[in-house]
């Protein structure tokens, strides 16, 4: 089963990946992705410093990651035109390894943990889609302890991404995190054994 994993900032989805991990999961991360692909010498960092010019880059051949924020900073246009290299890049890659983990043994779950899967028009793509949910106040205070942020800040984040209740509506699989690592990990046993999943 190739399973997109996804949910809300601060809901938890590194714990529940690791769970699934755990259990013998092949995990494909699209941030850890997302940081391959605009390496010195991959194609997608070569198309960024083409659009936006040599200032993106370290001294060392690497992305600045700071100069290209400013650059798209409040600018819808330049935010989608790096979008429009980075989210294909990224999603080949991906891809390539799902299928590749697939090839190996058709019988294993594979999981790719996307954070803007349904944002991005991914939820489509995979067998089933599995949320990771808390309510938006958990959701919220749990960010402002993480990120030692205040409540607007936290807020001004959450409101970037889908909200968390349409999230959770649209799922087919839904991890309840709000409560105990326990009840989070007995949800996730019971999802591997319903799906006839082997250790």
């Not at 700071?66 to 990224?90: D, M, Q, S, W, Y």
């Not at 999230?167 to 105990?180: E, P, Q, Y």
């Amino acid at each position: 089963m190739i399973l997109g994993l996804t949910g809300g900032i601060a809901c938890g989805k590194s714990t529940v990946s690791a769970m699934l991990v755990s259990h013998g999961a092949k995990l494909i991360d699209a941030d850890q992705v997302a940081r391959e692909v605009v390496l010195p010498g991959e194609p997608a960092l070569a198309a960024i410093v083409a659009e936006f010019g040599q200032a993106v880059l370290n001294e060392d051949g690497t992305m600045n990651r700071a100069e290209v924020g400013k650059v798209v900073f409040g600018n819808r246009e330049k935010l989608t035109k790096l979008e429009g290299i980075l989210h294909p890049a990224i999603r080949e890659r991906m891809w390539e390894r799902i299928n590749a983990y697939a090839a190996e043994d058709p019988n294993q779950l594979i999981v790719a943990d996307i954070p803007l899967l349904y944002e991005t028009g991914q939820a489509s793509l995979y067998e089933a889609v599995m949320v990771v949910y808390v309510p938006r106040e958990i959701q919220i205070e749990r960010l402002m302890q993480r990120n030692s942020l205040t409540r607007e800040q936290a807020e001004e984040r959450t409101a970037l991404q889908m909200d968390i209740e349409e999230k959770r509506r649209l799922a087919d699989i839904v991890i309840d995190n709000s409560g105990t690592i326990a009840e989070t990990a007995q949800q996730v046993d019971q999802f591997w054994r319903g799906q006839g999943l082997q250790r």
